[in-house]
């Protein structure tokens, strides 16, 4: 996958089965493309889905590697991501975003993610790295804080958590906390706190299946410990895990359980009426206000964002159905366009501070600096007004400027004084043919003198 290239990714992994479905299901050596074949009627039906790979019997390693690890390491550099898994209940979502307890190599998307994150951060020391986290469950169109419990966390809105835009910022809820954390250890901790929060339920199809959709948020802060601290990149890294689709005769769902199915299917319905419009570049309108979920995921479905979404199927005949509701869902994924750019802003009290050292810069140089001819001649300008009397004051705005007033009024004043002997010279005839100019000089001086001193 080609890193921030305005490609939706669009992977499909098939979850282990002893029973797979060989003769409906075909997948291509390339791993490029499935096609799934419907032979339940007297003619043969076949479909054919194009996609970035199909992956399957592949370690939880491997499969990060090869679908997510771009998305990450591009959170880092300031892109906002999302990866987010699809599919029927039970194909698998949950183990592919969370993994299992039950081995430290089975741990999925999200505990890679974070030691991913915090791996970086230590070894990128050119980067000052700030990294919040928060967790939000949708559940039956209502939005869920599922770190609300954790000491310190803000009281929850009276009006209650909303979905909001703001321009520069993008899409957020309003009302969810925000939890900072310096570490691997502390970001598992919340994760764990949260996953012990969320609401599952159990059925025919999957014991313990998920009955909201979750988004695991990392935001991450990045300032340059070289470069100016005013500008600084940001990202959130957005971790889906939807609730699965149900077919209710198939589930045997009754009381609650058909109630939130019926809540799962419709916001899932409205998730791929969104992503219809978005991949018609006729449509003009989005419809995403029509649902909690697709309102959240507005900036990762066709924004400002890499995103890559995971398609999980079972590959089982029983399931054939599904699977195909699936694979279309990812081709029509697939014709979404994104458009990823670095997050870059500029803090204002910082640049406010440049600003101030900047003057204070030009102040210097303007103080130290040679004025140049004009400006000489504006000062000369000045001091002859203010010895007429017809500027009252004049501005001084540096040092250099007081020294060339000075030299001014002493200009003026030699000016004058070669005036004033001129003139006495003339008046009494002290200049005489054979007399030097000294002489005469001394003889004005003396007069001068002679005429202060009565």
Known sequence: MKAHSGEVGVFVRIRPTANFAQDLIQCLPDGQVTQPLDTRKSHVSSWSFQLEGVLRDVSQEEFYTRVCRWVVLGALD?????VMCFGQTGAGKTYTMTGSTESYKQRGIIPRALQEVFQEVEIRTEHAF????????IYNETLVD??????????PSPHGMLVMEEPGRGVFVRGLSLHPVHSEEEALNLLFEGEMNRIIGSHALNRNSSRSHCIFTVHIEARSRTLTNAKYVTSKLNLVDLAGSERLGKTGSEGQMLKEAVYINRSLSFLEQAILALGDHRREHVPFRQSKLTHALKDSLGGNCNTVLVANICGEAAQIEETLSTLRFAGRMKCVRTDP?????TDPALTRTCETIHDSVNRLESTYKPLSEAQQAEIHSQVQ?????SLEEINIISVRQIQAVFAQFKLAVQEQEQRVKAQLCQTHNLVVKDQSADTADVKVSQYLIHCLGT
């Open 78 to 82: 300031g892109y906002n991501g999302t």
């Open 130 to 137: 700030n990294v919040y986290l928060s967790y939000l469950e």
């Open 146 to 155: 599922l770190l609300s419990s954790l000491q310190g966390s803000p009281r």
């Open 341 to 345: 750019v670095v997050n870059e802003h």
């Open 385 to 389: 007004r203010y010895l007429e009397g």
